[in-house]
């Protein structure tokens, strides 16, 4: 079962989903998913073309960040920051915790948050982000 957790009114973040969870995201104001995960990142991890093709069944645009290894390219971090400004509709980011997702949110910071904000939106979806405090910071 999806597990999402929002972390404002436009941005829910999820662990691994299966496509067939997909469905019905689009009748809950959902208008694009973003993949995280490098595609094959584990065994069992469904192909990202099954993912591409669930969500586009469904209405929904499809964009792939892959980051790995607590990495956040400048680059990733602008793309998914582009994403979220340009979606009019809700937008869901995946990973395998999704934690990669609220920390692409949280560097990307399109709503000119303060780190603390950041930090305390994250934590309320049950994502620990201090260890990017000092990043967020310097992105300022």
Known sequence: ?????????TLAVAPQM??????????????????????????????LDEMRRAAQEEGLAFHHIPVAGGLFPPAAVA?????????????LAYCRTGTRAASLDALANIRGLSVADRVANAKAAGY???????RMTAGE
């Open 128 to 134: 620990d982000l201090s260890a990017l405090a000092e």
């Open 79 to 91: 793309a998914f920051g582009a994403i979220r400004r340009g979606t009019h509709g809700k937008v």
């Open 18 to 47: 299966a496509p067939e969870e997909l469905a019905g995201l689009a009748a809950q104001g959902f208008a694009a998913v973003i993949c995280n995960r490098p595609d094959g990142e584990e065994p069992g991890q469904p192909p």
């Open 1 to 9: 079962m999806m597990e999402l957790r929002n972390i404002d009114a």
